[in-house]
């Protein structure tokens, strides 16, 4: 036993400097993605209060997602004085699954409808600090309703069945909180940031937004009476809108971000808005290509809003838990002598639950990989910024702390 033993002694301490070397200094390659990485976290964390902001100790994120995205849809054309005709849609309830990935503030998602395969959302998100930007696309066919002629005196409505109709809505949209040093919206919205102590900021927007609603089969509508008549001929309407606005948002945290709890709503003027429509010819030849008839709104300057509620769940540094729930409003109302007056109103919803997974090297391997002195020197501490407002004027609109 006694030269096992040995020979065992041996290898041992002639693997040691071999282990310790290759712990004390990893490959060229690691270093360069450490670096980068601090790099990163300090341009995010420039100019914030730590004490109320933070990173998540991970910076990769992967999560999935359920929950349900819909429209309520309400059309009105007059087809002579006193006699409206109304389209009346709205999706059916779905399932929807799907996933999202990330880089501390950068995201990409993706979800379908599970049940029917009639509905499908993707987004890609930017954020850091006080600004966010997100763009969103929403296309499903899964939608039912009824065509009323002079309300609710038709006796014998068009029924419109899943499969029949489309509806695409496309949004980009920019914010900025101005109490960016205290209050992370992306905390709320994207769990790229930890919110420590509640805080609340005003926020400004700009926002786009493209609406499309078209028919799937032009001649079964042309064959209808009632449709026919509504729709006037038409098969495709896409109304195009432009926002700004100016909203509040709260974050609420009774236990330093373990749980966050967040509001957020907007006032938005709609500063421009147009509508393109494409038709059928009364020999019912559809023309593709280009929208052959624009239309501009009766009033081009009106007021709309959205809404948003968040609660979310740091379980620990690597699993968190989110729920939230937003609303968007549009409409358009015009006069026009060939397609007639026209109304549209319509709510954008989305609801979801998701579960999330960060991964990615801590704070402990990264200093160990790069020493002390470099670490503290690629991710320095916060330095604070004095506002330029004048200190009452900041103090009541910017409160740093609910």
């Not at 296309?139 to 039912?144: D, E, K, M, Q, Y």
């Not at 009632?226 to 609420?252: C, F, S, W």
């Not at 409003?329 to 319509?346: M, P, T, W």
Request: proline letters at 5%; glycine letters at 8%; hydrophobic letters at 40%.
């Amino acid at each position: 036993m006694r030269p096992i033993r040995f020979v065992f002694l041996v290898l041992t301490l002639a693997l040691l400097p071999m282990t310790a070397q290759a712990e004390k200094e990893p490959s060229k390659a690691l270093k360069f993605f450490y670096r980068t990485g601090l790099k990163i976290d300090k341009y995010l964390l420039t100019g914030v209060d730590t004490n109320y902001i933070t990173l998540p100790e991970h910076c990769w994120k992967l999560a999935l997602n359920n929950g349900e995205s819909g429209v309520n849809a309400a059309y009105r054309i007059w087809l002579d004085v006193g006699t409206p005709a109304d389209l009346m849609m709205r999706n059916k309830p779905s399932i929807q699954i799907g996933f999202n990935a990330g880089y501390r503030g950068f995201g990409f998602g993706y979800s379908w409808d599970v049940l029917s395969a009639y509905s499908t959302n993707w987004n890609i998100s930017l954020g850091g600090k006080g600004l966010g930007i997100s763009f969103r696309r929403q296309v499903t066919t899964n939608l039912t309703g009824k065509v009323l002629i002079n309300e609710k005196e038709d006796p014998d409505p068009t029924l419109i069945d899943k499969g029949d109709m489309r509806i695409a809505t496309t949004s980009l949209s920019a914010w900025y909180a101005l109490n960016a040093s205290h209050y992370s919206h992306n905390a709320a919205i994207k769990q790229s940031y930890i919110q420590r102590k509640p805080a609340g900021s005003i926020l400004l927007s700009l926002a786009y937004m493209s609406y499309e609603i078209g028919v799937q089969d032009s001649s079964k509508f042309v064959q209808d009476e009632d449709m026919h008549y509504l729709i006037n001929g038409m098969t495709k309407m896409i109304t195009r809108q432009v926002a700004v606005g100016v909203g509040y948002g709260i974050n609420y945290t009774p236990n330093h971000g373990k749980v966050l709890l967040h509001a957020a709503a907007f006032m938005q003027v709609v500063c421009y808005s147009v509508n393109h429509v494409s038709y059928i010819l009364p020999d019912s030849v559809y023309l593709p290509g280009e929208p052959q008839y624009v239309i501009h709104p009766y009033k081009p300057v009106h007021v709309t809003g959205n809404m948003r509620a968040a609660v979310s769940w740091e379980i620990n540094e690597w699993v968190h838990l989110s729920a939230w729930a937003q609303a968007e409003h549009l409409s358009f109302e015009a006069v026009d002598q060939q397609l007639s007056a026209f109304k549209i109103r319509s709510w954008n919803w989305q609801a979801n639950l998701t579960i999330g997974v960060r991964f990615g090297a801590g704070e402990k391997r990264v200093r160990k990989a790069l020493g002390d002195e470099e670490y503290n020197t690629l991710r320095t501490p916060y330095q604070p910024h004095p506002g330029k407002l004048p200190k009452w004027l900041r103090e009541y609109f910017f409160s740093s702390s609910l």
